[in-house]
């Protein structure tokens, strides 16, 4: 009996012990079932100095001429947050020295926000703030970009962003939240925009091999996943120009519609969210995709863009009985119920390029 | 004795594994909050409640929402300045004592605390004031596919009561103070067989960061304009069906937000008159055809005399 109450004060805790882990756990698992790319957004303006930036406003971090290889002179801050080193002297070797030149003013940045960070090597970048293109850039050949936004007041903004790869196939939107401060630049760095990605068959004999390809930062690690019942995760490194291939070897899944995405990651810290979903069958035959750059969900007006022309077509037929014409465009572009409700809007927000 | 030890252990088990469930499927849903600033307000005081959304680690691009709230409360305004909602498909809608509305994320939010709406309330009797959101809520993930989404809420509960002295009651306009004009935008002129029997439309959006837009208002002129007066502008909404279908004219679209800050964007006509097309270019050809003919006529006059 003693015993037993013994067992039974034992049983109870460990399951004390355990049930915090599994609520502590919960949230973990949801976190790797989702991976989630990550952006750094740091305010220059704000007086405190944060990488990557060398000071912020009267801010100088401990820098001084002397610490920027000067002899003499006041060190200032630029408007965007890098040392401003033209009041700063060097004692010339022999002879006097001239009279001091006038102090450098600190200019105060304007409300604005700069977003850089990796995309594919001479791409195209596309900048949305609040679902409106407000910018565009070209990656460097290392894929590396920059962009500013000026003209903006403070407050909370979503800006997304988007590239095209070298064959025009778009990447998916990644998004995120900034709060920007009204008087401050706001950067927003290692922003990794995700790989794009095709398959070279819509459908695959069983036993063949597939082709998964796209575009991404150049020797990035890619992981391309294949979903079934079970998912399949394959590596391989993309070229000096981003480019990846990854042969699937189809006898791994079953006949059916399977689907494939990918990922890329450079070191074990700049990891991008993952790429649009493809899909392919895994059938009795070999059938050549044809590459489609562009999706033709959402895009009601087919202009090769879903914005706020596709969206304003959705809205006027919103709770409405859809002509004929328009329930052809309704089948094909949307979720084809023949009608416009809210999952049709979250199709067109889905695939929203601005 | 022993018979019944185990199986009530097993019984706990089950509770904390029951419990274990529920906290990680709400850890894994969305969640719709409703916030207010204090618990205690007076009768007549403006009771700004915000709407946020909480998306865990969904992501989440579309959003309906219903709201309810009782009968000792009175809807004065909202707002939607910075909200997250970058475009209404029906912008909040009051019936009775139920604000409806809906719209999108392009691209999706994922984060905590992504303001939805403000809500201003005055009460009108002293009580429990009390808001809830209703069970027909949805939200959607930014999967392609329009899922729904997992989603939590309660109800918003706080006392109203009487003040001791009267109180002054503040001006029906949105108490945020904001001085700067809508976020600049470029209206945008289209044509599509699906809608308006494929004539020219204008589409249009922008957003307020203080006090939220409070409404847009429309004028065409074949004449660029420096002022515009109020009586021109008609307010209207995207899609604006074009009056003149020539695309001939300037476009003028004023944004206001609730504070009364305006920002007008301007498009040039694609098909601009040509000088011959506009009578006043006429007009100034031929009174400087008689001006150079008048002096042409007195100086052949007075070559006359001499």
């Known amino acids: 009996m003693m015993e037993n109450h013994i067992f039974i004060n034992f049983l109870w805790i460990v399951a004390l012990i355990i049930t915090p882990l599994f609520l502590f756990l919960g949230p973990t698992y949801a976190v790797g079932a989702s991976i989630t790319a990550t952006v750094k957004i740091t305010v220059c303006g704000d007086s405190v100095v944060e990488t990557p930036e060398q000071c912020d406003g009267s801010s100088l971090n401990g820098a001084s001429c002397a610490t920027q290889d000067f002899t003499s002179g006041t060190l200032s801050c630029n408007s965007n947050c890098t040392f401003n080193t033209s009041a700063c002297t060097s004692a010339p070797s022999g002879g006097g020295g001239g009279g001091g030149g006038g102090g450098g003013g600190y200019i105060a940045p304007v409300t604005g926000v ?38 903006i007041s403070g407050g909370n903004y979503i800006f997304s962003v988007y590239s095209e790869d070298s064959k025009g196939i778009r990447s998916s939107l990644l998004t995120f939240p900034v709060s920007v401060t009204s008087g401050a630049t706001t950067n927003i760095g290692d922003i990794f925009i995700a790989p794009t990605i095709a398959v070279d068959k819509s459908e695959v004999k069983r036993g063949d091999n597939i082709a998964v390809f796209g575009q991404s930062a150049p020797q990035a690690d890619i992981v391309v996943s294949v ?54 069958k895994v059938g009795t035959k070999n059938v050549l995709a044809q590459l489609q750059t562009v999706s033709k969900k959402g895009d009601l007006n087919a202009d090769g863009r879903v914005n706020l022309v596709d969206f304003s077509i959705a809205a006027y037929w919103y709770k409405r009985p859809i002509s004929a014409e328009f329930a052809t465009k309704e089948k094909e572009r949307l979720n084809g119920d023949g009608k416009v409700d809210l999952v049709d809007f979250s199709i067109v927000a889905f695939y929203w390029t601005g | 004795m022993k018979k019944f030890q185990i199986p009530y252990f097993i019984f706990h088990i089950l509770v904390l594994f029951a419990l274990i469930l529920f906290f990680t499927q709400q850890a894994l849903a969305a969640e719709l909050d409703l916030f207010a600033s204090k618990q205690e307000f007076f009768q007549g005081e403006s009771i700004p409640i915000k709407v946020f959304l909480n998306t865990d680690n969904e992501s989440i691009n579309t959003i309906e929402v219903k709201i309810s709230y009782s009968k000792n409360l009175m809807l004065k305004n909202w707002s939607d300045g910075n909200s997250i909602i970058s475009f209404w498909v029906e912008k909040p809608n009051v019936e009775g004592e139920i604000i409806s509305f809906s719209g999108i994320i392009p691209g999706g939010y994922q984060g905590k605390e992504g303001l939805i709406l403000t809500l201003d309330f005055e009460a009108d009797n002293e009580g429990k004031g ?177």
């Open chain 1, 114 to 151: 700069t977003l850089s960070g990796r995309a594919y090597p001479k791409s195209t970048i596309t900048v949305l703030k609040d679902a409106q293109i407000v910018a565009t850039t070209v990656a460097d050949a290392s894929a590396n970009f920059s962009v500013s936004v000026t003209g």
């Open chain 2, 130 to 306: 009390l808001i809830t959101i209703l069970n027909s809520a949805r939200l959607f993930l930014n999967d392609s596919l329009g899922t729904k989404a997992e989603l939590i809420f309660k109800d918003l509960e706080f006392n109203i009561s009487r003040p001791s002295e009267p109180f002054k009651i503040p001006d029906s306009k949105f108490q945020i103070p904001d001085t700067e004009p809508p976020e600049s935008f470029k209206p945008e002129i289209t044509a599509d067989p699906a809608i308006f029997d494929g004539k020219w439309f204008l589409v249009f959006a922008t957003q307020d960061k203080g006090s939220g837009i409070d409404g847009y208002a429309i004028h065409e002129s074949p004449r660029i304009k420096t002022r515009i007066s109020t009586n021109e502008l008609m307010e209207d909404e995207s899609p604006y069906l074009l009056k003149d279908q020539n695309l001939r004219s300037y476009i003028y679209v004023k944004a206001v937000d609730k504070a009364g800050n305006e920002r007008i964007a301007m498009l040039e006509p694609r098909y601009p008159f040509k000088w011959y097309e506009r009578w006043e270019n006429w007009f100034i050809i031929l009174i400087g055809f008689f001006i150079i003919c008048a002096f042409v006529r007195l100086r052949l006059k007075s070559k006359i005399k001499k």
């Open chain 1, 227 to 280: 979903n079934s019942e079970e998912e399949f995760f394959g590596k391989t490194i993309s070229d000096k120009d981003g480019i990846y291939l990854y042969n699937f070897d189809s006898s791994f899944v079953e006949y059916g519609t399977h689907y494939t995405k990918a990922k890329a990651a450079i070191g074990n810290q700049d990891v991008s969210s993952f790429s649009n979903l493809v899909s392919f």
